[in-house]
């Protein structure tokens, strides 16, 4: 028995759908914490799927929508060129699993989500696999949404705001603790919300390299996890992505061991520049460096709810409850200190 998996019904119904797919299943949980929960999935004759589903308790209904999922990665991969795996089913039966889920291809690389997994990158690749990573977000930032079907998918304006307003109020549903600094930012950066000066785009919501997956030659091949994908503002999105590029020697202590601070990577200021010279200007960039803090202080404390209440499937990648509660604290911190003299 494997949690978040109903063995028999999600068995009969994927030889019912994938027409490749051959009985009996193994099924390896290979991401979760607070998030949606991804899965291997193996058949008798060796043919791999990934499946994806929401957490096992505690789901919010906003932020763990498969069936929006779903849609997005489905219209990438029919209308555009945005490496992503392909969608091959989606199940919304609730008498299947407990939870909606979808089937994709499997996508075989590298992922680089610590140092370690960089280590034997030469400069080289990682100036490829920076570059990648710029180009295929700049590519998804600047899809035509009415020709691939999800202009829909969000109000076009007014990203910052919704977003304050999202995750104050999963914030508010999550109900584990009262966190003063939250509320005091949050009133704060609504107030100094920078004019939107670029024209609406995709924003996937977590873009970095721990959501992406690498070829041989450190192309991306695969963007992964668009549970947070929205329409918004462009320059917002990358800034969250600038979060996660630590330069060497910077005291990453809330998200320790990016990849980039392996030596080989260029420096955060380059990485933003490489962003700025596909058209796009950098200049709020300081108050969505505090926004995205704030951002990732909400986020991490519904994961660190959603632990409290066991919704990982078994597994729980964010570390002890402790180290994850004590990360939104300094989280907080890393906001304020963003924010001063700005707002």
């Known amino acids: 028995m494997i949690r978040g998996i109903a063995l028999e019904p999600v068995s009969d119904w994927l030889v019912r759908h994938l027409p490749d797919a051959a ?166 950066l609504s107030k100094s919300v920078p004019p939107e000066t670029m024209p609406p785009g995709l924003a996937h919501g977590d873009y970095r390299f721990d959501n992406t997956v690498l070829d041989p030659d450190c192309r991306i091949v695969a963007v992964l996890d668009w549970e947070l994908c929205t329409i918004g503002d462009p320059l917002a999105d990358f800034g ?30 380059a990485y933003a520049e490489l962003y700025a010279r596909r058209g796009y200007s950098l200049e709020h960039v300081d108050y969505y460096t505090a926004f995205g803090w704030w951002k990732m202080a909400c986020i991490v404390e519904g994961a660190y709810g959603r632990i409290l209440g066991g919704a990982g499937g078994g597994m729980n990648r964010s570390g002890p409850v402790e180290e994850t509660a004590q990360r939104v604290e300094d989280l907080l911190e890393m906001s304020a200190e963003a924010a001063r003299g700005l707002i």
Not at 240 to 257: E, K, Q, V
Request: net charge negative.
């Open 240 to 269: 969250w992505s600038l979060l996660y590029w630590g330069d060497p020697g910077d005291a990453m202590y809330f998200i320790p061991d990016v990849p980039t601070l392996h030596e080989a990577f260029m420096r955060r200021e």
């Open 23 to 188: 009985a009996p299943f193994e099924f390896e949980l290979i991401a979760a914490g607070g998030s949606n929960l991804t899965y291997r999935v193996s058949d008798a004759d060796g043919h791999a799927w990934a499946l994806r589903r929401g957490p096992v308790s505690h789901r919010l209904p906003t932020a763990h929508d498969m069936g929006r999922e779903w849609r997005i990665q489905e219209a990438l991969h029919r209308h555009t060129d945005v490496p992503v795996p392909e969608p091959l089913a989606f199940c919304g039966d609730s008498s299947v699993n407990d939870s909606p889920f979808y089937v994709m291809g499997f996508a075989e690389g590298r992922i680089l989500r610590k140092v370690s997994d960089a280590a034997e990158m030469s400069e080289a690749e990682c100036r490829t696999a920076t570059e990648s990573l710029v180009d295929v977000q700049v590519a998804f930032h600047s899809v035509d949404l009415e020709a691939i079907g999800l202009s829909d998918l969000a109000r076009h304006h007014g990203y910052v705001e919704r977003q304050l307003n999202r995750w104050r109020k999963q914030y508010e549903r999550t109900g584990v603790r009262e966190l003063p600094l939250l509320e005091e930012l949050h009133g704060r």
